[in-house]
């Protein structure tokens, strides 16, 4: 941290810069120091617990009947801003009702919070250029944080945060078709668990390498102090491809893709090194063995690969054309092998009906990379049935990557693309998005969450809505999408009916108790930071849901228990997705 003794040196912006850079830095570093000014904040008081840019909408919600709010200064605790409430509003999905306070107009930098009479003050947040910078460097050292196979540690910054290698020994599943033991290092654990698996790797590791895509000015230097740090490789790129170089190693020599690799059963809530159960490859049990829908999702990343790799390491952007071109055609010989877990496994199947949406991706991207005639003769052939996926919004997840190759065909504009395909892709999505920002706008909590989204990872339903709007403005620049995305990260980061931030270690009041064996394991006061909750679930399929009041709302069925995987999960996906979701707010 730069120290105040530089001050005399800098210029009345930089002063003003570094004033708030030591506040933000404060308000996430030394919450003790801020808990003087905070012990009486309440949950009564929604706000993002990040905060706001300096130079969009600012909206805090109030679940206290009131008429006025002011917003003060957390230093001195004077007035910067006094404002009106707006008239209470009823949400459904929480049972709660709301005010909104409106501060649009400040916007000096600055750390705040909001004060509203009868109901208390509000935690501290920020206001500022480039507020998010620092809770995208934590998400993506999440990822880090996930890594297997190698030792993991967060550094002086999070001392303690710190594992030994794990899972060094693997071997293969008799439902694989194969046997002995293989190289098993590499890949991030997927979730709360320890198992790896393709198709989830796929959306995830997908999303990180579109992260950069398309927003790598705002990305390219932003240092993740990751070991490969500093090799003139970006480093979402160096995180993304330590997942990347273990799903390629799930290609079989035929072409084909293993399914998943785990132990037959979840392990105990112990630490990665800890878990000694052996690391199986998992396959269909019968011939062929490897999974339709991992080997489409895997030739569509590994296309991606070939493309954003290529500045930086072009003999590995070969090394994964290539595996894409093989998984592309074994998929081709291979159209539905579907996946189920064989006999003796229960661990996450991620079992999937059809694999034509993953197969429409995979085409979309080789497309996209090569210009090859084969892989767009397929899209086009195909594309129109998956149109309607983009007319429900978020539309895209694990299991339907529709979207994510409709887009990608949309984006890549090679020359040879079918023209009516991309017009009718970017005219569907930019429909289906202003619909988005008004139903947005019209929520009590200015969320594009409906009652039917509260599901298992409802908070990646909510970061997705933000990649479905990002999305539709790298198609259509319009601003009222960029902050629309925005008003589902102010959820995500407090701005909900708990007043809780859903990202660990992010914000005052973030939760706590994550189902994730690394943060559970009894070693850490705080979790893991940089994860996102799974969110509130109305299909309560753990028991601390299902002991929970029966007419609770939906968005009010959560539970910050580490028992509650079906509500407080972390997961490779939705953390990708949040992933996006911030990086598309940074400058
Ligand atoms: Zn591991």
């Known amino acids: ?56 909408p600012k909206v805090v ?50 750390t705040y919070y909001v004060e509203v009479p009868g109901a208390g003050r509000s935690w501290n947040f920020a206001v500022g ?29 999070f001392p303690g945060y710190f594992h030994p290698i794990c899972h060094q020994h693997g071997e293969f599943h008799p439902s694989s078709g194969a046997q002995g033991t293989r190289d098993n290092l590499g890949g991030w654990h997927d979730a709360g668990d320890y198992g790896r698996y393709v198709v989830n790797s796929g959306i995830a590791t997908g999303t990180l390498l579109w992260t950069w895509e398309i927003f790598a000015k705002k990305i390219r230097d932003i240092s993740l102090k990751i070991p490969e740090s500093g090799n003139g490789t970006p480093d979402i790129l160096n ?45 269909a049990g019968t011939t062929p063995y490897k999974s339709t829908c991992a080997t489409a999702d ?12 290529q500045p930086f390491d072009a003999k590995f952007a070969a090394q994964a054309l290539e595996a894409s071109k093989r998984a592309w055609a074994w998929a081709e010989q291979h159209p539905e092998v579907l996946f189920k877990n064989p006999a003796g496994v229960s661990t996450g199947e991620y079992g999937d009906a059809n694999c034509k949406d993953e197969r429409l991706w995979a085409a979309a991207e080789l497309w996209r990379t090569t210009g090859e005639a084969a892989y767009n003769d397929f899209f086009v052939k195909e594309y129109a049935a998956f149109l309607p996926s983009l007319d429900s919004p978020p539309a895209e997840n694990w299991s339907q990557v529709a979207p994510m190759g409709l887009w990608s065909y949309a984006l890549g504009k090679r020359h040879g693309s079918d023209k009516k395909a991309i017009e009718a892709i970017r005219a569907r999505t930019v429909a289906a998005a202003r619909a988005v920002v008004e139903r947005t706008r019209a929520n009590p909590y200015r969320t594009s969450m409906t009652a039917k989204d509260y599901v298992w990872g409802s908070n990646g339903v909510a970061a997705s809505y933000g990649v479905y709007l990002l999305m539709a403005n790298a198609l259509h620049k319009d601003r009222e999408f960029v902050e629309a995305a925005r008003d589902n990260l102010h959820y995500l980061l407090g701005r909900n009916t708990f007043s809780l931030s859903w990202v660990t270690q992010v914000g005052e009041h973030a939760y706590l108790h994550p189902h994730h064996r690394p943060s559970g394991d009894g070693k850490h006061a ?31 069925i959560y539970a910050d228990q580490l028992a509650s995987y079906a509500s407080n999960e972390i997961a490779i996906n939705w953390q990708a997705s949040l992933v996006f979701l911030l990086a598309g707010q940074l400058r």
């Open 129 to 157: 250029k480039d507020i998010f910078a620092h809770t995208y460097y934590l998400a993506m050292r999440g990822f880090y944080g996930q890594r297997c196979g190698t030792a993991v540690d967060l550094g002086p910054e």
């Open 239 to 283: 995180e993304a491809r330590w997942n990347l170089e273990w799903m390629l190693k799930m290609q079989d020599a035929d072409g084909g893709v293993w399914h998943k690799q785990t132990s037959e059963h979840f392990p105990g809530f112990v630490s990665p090194e800890e878990d000694t159960l052996p690391s199986q490859v998992i396959g």
């Open 526 to 556: 705080l979790p893991w930071p940089g994860l996102l909750s799974g969110g509130p679930n109305a299909g309560r399929q753990d028991d601390v849901l299902k002991a929970l009041a029966a007419d609770l709302p939906p968005a009010k």
């Open 61 to 110: 919600l109030v679940g206290v009947e009131a008429e006025t709010f002011e917003i003060r200064r957390s230093d001195d605790n004077t007035v910067a801003f006094r404002g009106q409430l707006s008239p209470p509003q009823a949400d459904p999905d929480s049972g709660d009702r709301v005010q909104a306070a409106d501060f649009s107009r400040l916007r000096k930098p600055g």
């Open 298 to 309: 895997l030739a569509a990343v590994a296309a991606i690969a070939a493309r954003v790799y």
């Open 1 to 56: 941290m730069a120290s105040p003794l530089f001050l005399p040196t800098l210029n009345p912006e930089s002063v003003r810069e570094l004033l708030l850079t030591l506040a933000v830095a404060c308000l996430l570093f030394c919450p003790a120091v801020l808990l003087h000014g905070a012990e009486s904040a309440g949950t009564a008081i929604k706000v993002d617990q990040v905060g706001y840019p300096q130079d969009g």
